[in-house]
């Protein structure tokens, strides 16, 4: 049993300008974005949005490419890392690995409390519970990303989301609402394959998560993530010790969010 605790909420979303100068017509846009390169989405997202465009990056393979791509574009605009404290070491290595090569715009987002101050305040570990873990997700991953979107005005959050992985994304396209935000998702390499994304990688030698390499093709926080076996989905280790308490275990956290809920 969880103890009843009160967390703080984010600010209030402001409201999207009645004309906020781009006349956007969401069909249209996807239309146009189909027949573009991921780096072309990217430079028509800040071209069409200016420094409304953020990228949210975990670090893994495809926030590699993503974030290259904002290397090579010349970009100021800003790459949020959500630090939840149960990072694995090899992921904060990554992240200033990254930020050392590509000279990017970095803001680390970090949670209300410290994992001690949690842990100590729920007499818990909330990742360990079926009960727990949505509030764990909630204050540790979302909260941060959107106390800090709530300082923008209508966002255009770039993720690295794509239909090959399945699921909830078997569908997703180019530009979608967020309506946590009043803002837009935008998935740039919404139509790409592992493959190519691991093709990219080796075309401009990038270095890569090394977990990826020790059978983890989906990274998280680490008592949250195993690796998979062969033939296994690709998040497959995502919340596997929850899966083995219930079937409702979760395949998504809320910081990728679509439809209502996490994606
Ligand atoms: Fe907590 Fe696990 Fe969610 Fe990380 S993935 S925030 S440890 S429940």
Redesign the pocket.
């Known amino acids: 049993m969880l103890a009843a605790v009160t967390v703080p909420q984010t600010q209030p979303f402001p409201a999207p300008p009645a004309d906020d100068g781009t006349g956007l017509d969401l069909t249209q846009a996807n239309e146009r974005l189909a027949s573009m390169t991921a780096k072309e989405r990217i430079r028509w997202a800040v071209d069409t949005f200016g420094d409304r465009v953020l990228l949210l990056s975990s670090m893994q393979k495809t926030a590699v490419v993503l974030m290259h791509m904002f290397h090579e574009l010349g970009l100021t605009n800003e790459v949020l890392f959500v630090d ?1 404290g ?1 990072h694995f070491f090899e992921t904060l290595r990554m992240r200033d690995e990254y930020m050392r090569r590509f000279h990017l715009n970095l803001v680390t987002l970090y949670p209300a409390s410290t994992i001690e101050e949690q842990e100590a305040l729920y007499g818990a570990k ?2 360990n519970s079926v009960a ?2 949505p509030e ?2 909630r ?3 979302e909260m941060p990303l959107l106390a800090h979107l709530a300082t923008k005005q209508a966002p255009v959050l770039v993720n690295g989301l794509r239909r090959s992985e399945g699921g909830k994304r078997a569908n997703i396209k180019a530009l979608g609402p967020d309506r946590r935000t009043n803002g837009y998702q935008l998935s740039p390499i919404f139509d790409w394959t592992t493959a190519d994304v691991q093709a990219y990688i080796a075309e401009h030698d990038l270095p890569m998560h090394p977990l990826h390499a020790q059978g983890y093709p989906s990274i ?6 195993t690796p998979v076996q062969p033939g296994e989905d690709e998040r497959a280790g ?2 596997r010790h929850l899966r083995v308490l219930t079937e409702e275990a979760p395949q998504y ?1 809320n910081i990728n969010f679509s439809d209502g809920g996490g994606i």
């Not at 998280?220 to 993530?225: F, L, R």
Request: hydrophobic share 20%; proline share 5%; net charge positive.
């Open positions: 939840t149960y909330l990742f727990g873990q764990c997700c204050m540790r991953k998280g926080c680490y008592p949250c993530t995502r919340w956290c």
